[in-house]
């Protein structure tokens, strides 16, 4: 069976790799960049459309409100990098925000931060897939007939590619994602060239659409609320952020000022393409709305069910470029893929921090150790089986799914902040030198700005988006608190119950005596090296057992038993209903309630096959006695495998197998070094030489 699976396994993910080789896998910036900052980069595709989707309710009239909005984003935007800056000097571990939360807050501030970030991870895959998948479907139509199918397939690839290895992975995402920036910089600079030097007029292709306001004349808290909601969806911007914070081992050396220049160009990038495509907006009048089919009037009539409405970035691009042009072209696809590749920051922040997590005890040991590619790859997997889980079930609509979004980012960006002031506090209550504490009070000043405005925009987030679905985030972060502590409280228990003591207990104790049972149905090799087996072990006492189930086949084997001169005594328990596996339990529990001080040993006669198929051939009951046996105190399962041919011949197939070299695949040094051989008399054929 392994070499059924490994097969395709090989195939799909590549050859394993050594642990010697980790550091190959470690990334350069430019690597790192994508890998870790797609996320970040390509909301740049929806976070402007979720923008003035929410301004739109108030109509055209408040999209003159959208470069203010965009201003408060880029405010948000830099305070975060700044203040992560700070924590990827401070912390190069990886631990990220879970780690300077539990350091400086407990570990209950650090568990709420670990569930916050593994929901928005998992979030992040399932709308960046679902509005990759939107932007496509666009262009074609079979993907939004089937806007489930080619979301689970695209989690399913992306899900391949991760397991080969990060290096790997990083190099297939990094051209796509610097085609999109680069497109979408060319987009803003032709666009301000043309608007600016030559003075042309840019149309969206919904530049001529009205809107219709479902609230016409919003003043006072009504306009403020609405404002704050728009704010808060133009806050997808900054999802991701703090991946880089979370994968600072990745980074190749010098590890934390890698880190940092990444996340400083990272928020440079977003911020700038951010309020390019917002300018661009508002410069060729792109219109949308949250219910296009009767909210877009066209000649005062709703433009209908047919319409379908692109995303604002692939409408600025058809005013700046032209439809159908190469460049128009080039960035749709782009943008696409981008948003499919944006998924890989969560690939590699939630398998790293499940690992973190899983050494702390607080999820399962699985989670901490690498795979054949030196990849977390259980965790890889837990992550794309609950994003596509979330997919089905909100039917890959990027708009419901945005609703979830962001919750649980701003919750670790605010607690992260919140400790990295008393990360400082801490250390400046001891250090004595002047130039360090000037640092330490600039560090500890950012991060409580930082701390101070995303909680500020945590409140914003929650009010605005609790009832749109933003308690299913929270309700999600939730069940990842009361699960990861119920698994510590399991592991601690273990801990505690397995401990070694150092004072003598039952288990330091030597049994009084050992009573050796080998449970038999019929006398064959399995069964005479089984009891043989047995005497070698010289207990105290030894016993044969055997279940009547059938009364002639017992019969039958009294007699042989008898005949053979088999010096070990026989036991035969009765089954009237034809059980096997319960009659011996209960008399393994007898043995043991008659002297709690002896130990019991259980023999198992059992014999290998070599097929996978002749397992179906046999029953399988030793190995529920096995499993029941386990559970028995102060019993010993022994098992004696008896390997039959199939199985011999299953060996020496693999022998083979591990021996067998491609022609040409060994090397035999350089031709220089070799032994000469004899000459051959001109015109032979090639005839051994003689010995």
Known sequence: MSKLTDVPKRILIGRALRSDRLGETLLPKRIALPVFA????SSVAYAPGEVLLVLSIAGVSAYHFSPWIAVAVVVLMFTVVASYRQNVHAYPSGGGDYEVATTNLGPKAGLTVASALLVDYVLTVAVSIASGIENLGSAVPFVVEHKVLCATVVIVLLTLMNLRGVKESGKLFAIPTYVFVGGVFIMILWGAFRGLVLGDTMRAPTADFHIRAEHQGLAGFALVFLLLRAFSSGCAALTGVEAISNGVPAFRKPKSKNAASTL??????AVTMFCGIIALAATTKVRMAENPATDLL???????????QNPVISQVAEAVFGKGSFLFVLLAAATALVLFLAANTAYNGFPLLGSILAQDRYLPRQLHTRGDRLAFSNGIVLLAGAAALLTVIYGADSTRLIQLYIVGVFVSFTLSQTGMVRHWNRHLAVEKDQAKRRHMMRSRAINTFGAFLTGLVLVVVLVTKFTHGAWVALLGMCIFFATMTAIRKHYDRVAEEIAAPEEPDDDL????????????SKIHRP?????????????DSLEALTV?????????LREEWERRGIDVPLKVLDSPYREVTRPVIEYVKGLRKESPRDAVSVIIPEYVVGHWYEHLLHNQSALRLKGRLLFTPGVMVTSVPYQLASSEAAKMRARRRQEWSAPGAVRRGPAGERPKEPSEPSGSSGSSPKE
């Open 298 to 308: 066209h000649n005062g009539h709703p433009i209908g069910s047919g319409y379908v």
């Open 527 to 539: 069964t005479l090296r089984a009891l043989a087996y047995a005497k070698l072990m010289r207990s």
């Open 264 to 269: 400083a160009a990272m928020g440079l990038l």
């Open 38 to 41: 797609s996320d970040p980069l």
């Open 509 to 520: 104790v030597r049994p009084s005596r050992v009573h050796s049972v080998v449970l038999i």
């Open 548 to 556: 009547n189930v059938d009364p002639a086949e017992t019969k039958a």
